[in-house]
């Protein structure tokens, strides 16, 4: 990634953390059940898609997980990832929910 790509998303990135955990952890997992769940397990006890997308408990538990990271990769999907177009409130949403399976 150049720099000039970076810093924008690097911005951003820090931007959604100041909202993440106040997304609606209920609209979130909507969100996710609609967006995500082709490729990710959303819920818990839901079985995996057979794809190698980890489940969103697997991420919630990541010892580094957080809304920078989690808004990040939304903004900037890594390749195997859909481009999805998600607003501002839909990453806070989504962050919410993910953030609520820790355990």
């Known amino acids: 990634m150049n720099f000039a790509r970076a810093v924008p998303l ?14 609606s952890p209920e609209h979130g997992r909507i969100l996710a059940e609609n967006w995500c769940s082709s490729c990710h397990a959303v819920s818990v006890g839901r079985p995996s898609s057979g794809r190698s997308a980890p489940p969103f408990t697997a991420i919630a538990q ?8 989690l808004a990040y990769l939304l903004l900037d ?7 999805l177009g998600l607003s501002r409130k839909a990453i806070e ?10 355990q």
């Not at 951003?12 to 955990?21: G, K, N, R, T, V």
């Open 62 to 69: 990541s010892p580094d997980f957080n809304a920078d990271h």
């Open 93 to 102: 949403d989504i962050a919410g929910y993910i953030n609520s399976l820790k």
């Open 10 to 23: 690097i911005a951003a990135s820090s931007l959604l953390s100041q909202f993440a955990y106040a997304g």
């Open 77 to 83: 999907p890594h390749p195997k990832m859909a481009k």
